[in-house]
């Protein structure tokens, strides 16, 4: 931690800081100072915003997102088509699909990955009541949005799996050549993948 001289008041605000994702003790104690200085304008509206966002902000029953509404506006959202389900990792899955527009149907937050050498099995995740959204009349479709990393598709073939015979159709998102990419650049398992999930033109 890194320690100042104005007491255990700061020095605990910027070992709370040191804790976020991307901050290190030195950048926690510049964000410290940076509030400090900006307190009207940066600090006592963030004081209220996390306080609002505590007593508020909770994961979505029905899709696992989080909103300060039960069910999300997601998923009360009546423009957004309820027969496709796209399913993600975490919900910062949810918002980057969001800041695309990429996807106008449902969610649903499995929470994590199958990962046996972390101790994260299929119980630990919300497999169960995906399978249950799935089995409901309005559900023609699936996406599995999975990370390609080995416990990633190893979460979408055990859901792949699980899903089976409920009359979906399941589909994954492509994994391949980003827009802009070089081929050059690219490791040997993008360049496999994107040739393996080539289509005609």
Same mark, same amino acid.
Request: proline residues 6%.
């Given at each position: ?9 700061l ?8 804790k976020?994702?991307?901050f ?5 104690a ?7 200085r ?20 909770k ?16 998923c009360?959202?009546?423009?957004? *088509? ?10 910062? *899955? ?10 106008r ?32 009349p ?12 080995? *416990? ?12 089976e015979?409920?009359g ?5 998102v ?5 827009v802009?990419?070089e ?19």
């Open positions: 931690m890194a320690r100042t001289s104005a007491g255990p008041e020095d605990q605000l910027i070992s709370l800081l040191a976020l994702p991307g290190g003790p030195r950048s926690a510049r964000a410290a100072l940076h509030m400090l900006k307190r009207e304008a940066v600090m006592e509206p963030l004081a209220k915003a996390m306080a609002t966002a505590l007593e508020t902000v994961p979505c029953s029905v899709c696992g997102n989080w909103d300060g509404q039960d069910p999300c506006s997601i009360t959202d009546e423009t957004r *088509d309820p027969s496709v389900i796209c399913v993600v990792q975490d919900v910062s *899955d949810v918002w980057a699909l969001e800041r695309a527009r990429a996807h149907g449902r969610y649903h937050v499995l929470g994590g990955v199958i990962s046996p050498l972390d101790g994260v099995g299929p119980d630990d995740l919300r497999i169960r009541e995906l399978v249950q959204r799935a089995s409901e309005q559900v023609l479709e699936v996406i599995l949005a999975m990370s390609a990393t080995v *416990d990633g598709q190893t979460t979408a073939h055990y859901v792949t799996e699980r899903l015979g409920y979906v159709t399941i589909s994954r492509a994994h391949g050549v980003p802009g990419g081929l050059d650049v690219l490791d040997e398992g993008t360049l496999s993948a994107a040739l393996k999930a080539r289509r005609p033109l």
